[in-house]
Nanobody
Framework: RVQLVESGGGSVQAGGSLRLSCAAS????????MGWFRQAPDDEREGVAA????????YYADSVKGRFTISQDNAKNTLLLQMDSLEPEDTSMYYC????????????????????WGQGTQVTVSS
């Protein structure tokens, strides 16, 4: 069983930065696919960034390429999302997700691919 807890959300002005963290607990020795998703009011949950921990391959939504960076810390127990040049359109609830499955590039940014989820952390960007 895997538990995920997000932190690091908050309110910033456009152009600012935030770093989101996802602390993983439980059995973490297996290779996981992990990702960050966001869901704005009255919208569907969309994939933002993901990482295949087996080889470190990363994947990003077009809307955040060049601005967001997904990574793992050295202890491999925390998933990070560095968010730079934030825009009001980035305002959303951000969720951390994980699965033991290997996911190809067609599935790794899709919400139904994941079975472990955090509670979410709110990010608000004002103009």
């Amino acid at each position: 069983r895997v538990q995920l807890v997000e932190s690091g959300g908050g309110s910033v002005q456009a152009g600012g930065s935030l770093r989101l963290s996802c602390a993983a607990s439980g059995y973490t020795y297996s290779t996981y696919s992990m990702g960050w998703f966001r869901q704005a009011p009255d919208d569907e949950r969309e994939g933002v960034a993901a990482i295949y921990t087996g080889d470190g391959s990363t994947y990003y939504a077009d809307s955040v390429k060049g601005r967001f960076t997904i990574s793992q810390d050295n202890a491999k127990n925390t998933l990070l999302l560095q968010m730079d040049s934030l825009e009001p359109e980035d305002t959303s609830m951000y969720y951390c997700a994980a699965t033991r499955d290997w996911l190809n590039n067609y599935l790794i940014l899709r919400q139904p691919s994941y079975n472990y989820w955090g509670q979410g952390t709110q990010v608000t960007v004002s103009s």
